[in-house]
Each structure stands twice: as C-alpha cells, then as structure tokens.
C-alpha cells in the first residue's frame, strides 16, 4: 500500500511524463505535494523506488521512469519491462510529434555561454540559432549554451541551449538571467529575501547566492531549452 503523498507523487510524476516527457523538477514536485522542502520529495521517491513503483534512469539527474502505477490505474501489461518500454516509447512518440521536422522555425540570437553554476563572463552576440516557432512565446528572444550543472533538478543540463526571453523585471521563482556588476552572467531561480537578491540554484551540493540588487540585473526569464542528442 502507498501512502496518500507517495501516490499523489506517483500519479503527478506520471502525467508530467505523459505530456510533456519530462520529469518534473523537485523544485516543481515540492511545490505539487505542498511540501516544505526537497528533502520530503527525496524519501518519498527512495520509497517508491522500493516499492518498484519508480526507478532512477542511470546517469541522467533527476531522470525519472514509472515502472508501475497502483490499482486501477496501472498500465496495460502490467509492471514488466514491456510495459515500461511501451511508456517510454509512447512518450517519445509524443514528444516528437509535438513538433513536425518541417515546423517553421526562427533565428535568434546565440551569445554564447553561460554558468548554470558560478557566474562567468558576459558574451557578445555572435551567431543565429534556428529555434521552431512553437517553443517561443511573444516577445523578444536569445539563446545561451548552457555550461554546468547547478540547474539539473530544474532539468536544465550542460549543453542544453536556453531560450531567453528579454526583459528586465522577475517574479519570484522565475528562472533568470541574472547579470551581476555588469559582467558575470548566471542562470538561477530568482528570489527576494531580506532586502537582497536571492538567486538559487536546482542542485543540492550549490548554495544560493546573495547579493545586493543595485549588483543584479535581469536580463531575461528562461522561455525554452533545446536539447541535442
């Protein structure tokens, strides 16, 4: 038997996938349940992962695959690995037709690099990315190369290319570019607390980063990410 918060947990890990084909974030799972920390998101995952209801996907952070879902509502096939693979497979199949390979796309804006750990240097624009029309919203776009791994539990990965939307005010928990002193650019969850700027990373061993908002501007709010494979 699941307890009440492990199977709201499962059923909420198991839509996310089913529409989007990512898991959701700790940060998203935390706020899901009502949960005062990730901690409670963490044992109530190792419980399920005991219960063979979810398993950890190898080296991929916070990549999370249900094996199996209680009662009624279990797949078809039971909680073999066929009907795991039959998930996935259909996820990916979802995924992919989300976008056509001739959807029209747009260029943006790459410039360039930035810390999704320690803030770096500001880049300069200096090429075009074609991004499909669909993973942009209104307003006006650029795309950063993401370098680090201090946003993995929002499944924002080293490599991944970020789409940004300009603007220059954030609400709190907005994922941001932050440029601090006018040189060293950041992606962080952004947050007031106490008179200063907060900006959070989505990975356990970083801490947050405080800093005083005459130092922050916003450069943009996090739009999309691309991935290659």
Same mark, same amino acid.
């Given at each position: &038997?699941?307890?009440?918060?492990?199977?709201?947990?499962?059923?909420?890990?198991?839509?996310?996938?089913? #529409?989007? =084909?990512v898991s959701p974030?700790?940060? #998203? &799972?935390?706020?899901?349940?009502?949960?005062?920390?990730?901690?409670?998101? /963490?044992?109530?995952?190792?419980?399920?992962? #005991?219960?063979?209801?979810?398993?950890?996907?190898?080296?991929?952070?916070?990549?999370?695959?249900?094996?199996? *879902? $209680?009662?009624?509502?279990? $797949?078809? =096939?039971?909680?073999?690995?066929?009907?795991?693979?039959?998930?996935?497979?259909?996820?990916?199949?979802?995924?992919?037709? @989300?976008?056509? @390979?001739?959807?029209?796309?747009?260029?943006?804006? *790459?410039?360039?690099?930035?810390?999704? =750990?320690?803030?770096?240097?500001?880049?300069?624009?200096?090429?075009?990315?074609?991004?499909?029309?669909?993973?942009?919203?209104?307003?006006?776009?650029?795309?950063?190369?993401?370098?680090?791994?201090?946003?993995?539990?929002?499944?924002?990965?080293?490599?991944?290319?970020a789409l940004i939307?300009?603007?220059? #005010?954030?609400?709190?928990?907005?994922?941001?570019?932050?440029?601090?002193?006018?040189?060293?650019?950041?992606?962080?969850?952004? /947050?007031?607390?106490?008179?200063m700027v907060r900006?959070?990373?989505?990975?356990?061993?970083?801490?947050?980063?405080?800093?005083?908002?005459?130092?922050?501007?916003?450069?943009?709010? *996090?739009?999309?990410?691309?991935?290659?494979?």
């Amino acid at each position: &038997m699941l307890t009440a918060k492990q199977h709201e947990l499962l059923l909420f890990i198991h839509r996310r996938l089913d #529409e989007t =084909g990512v898991s959701p974030s700790f940060e #998203e &799972m935390k706020a899901a349940l009502d949960l005062k920390s990730k901690s409670g998101v /963490h044992r109530l995952i190792g419980a399920l992962e #005991e219960r063979q209801f979810l398993r950890r996907l190898p080296n991929r952070a916070r990549a999370l695959e249900v094996m199996r *879902l $209680p009662g009624a509502a279990q $797949p078809s =096939g039971g909680a073999g690995g066929g009907a795991v693979a039959d998930l996935a497979a259909a996820r990916a199949r979802k995924v992919q037709s @989300a976008l056509p @390979a001739d959807a029209p796309a747009t260029a943006v804006p *790459l410039v360039g690099r930035i810390a999704a =750990g320690l803030p770096i240097e500001a880049i300069e624009d200096h090429e075009q990315l074609a991004v499909p029309q669909a993973l942009l919203g209104p307003g006006e776009h650029y795309a950063l190369q993401v370098s680090g791994d201090s946003m993995i539990e929002a499944g924002i990965f080293d490599g991944d290319f970020a789409l940004i939307r300009k603007c220059e #005010e954030a609400r709190e928990g907005d994922i941001v570019v932050a440029l601090i002193d006018n040189s060293d650019a950041t992606l962080k969850y952004f /947050h007031r607390e106490k008179g200063m700027v907060r900006l959070d990373p989505a990975n356990s061993l970083y801490e947050p980063q405080r800093y005083l908002p005459s130092r922050v501007k916003i450069q943009g709010k *996090l739009a999309g990410l691309l991935r290659r494979y």
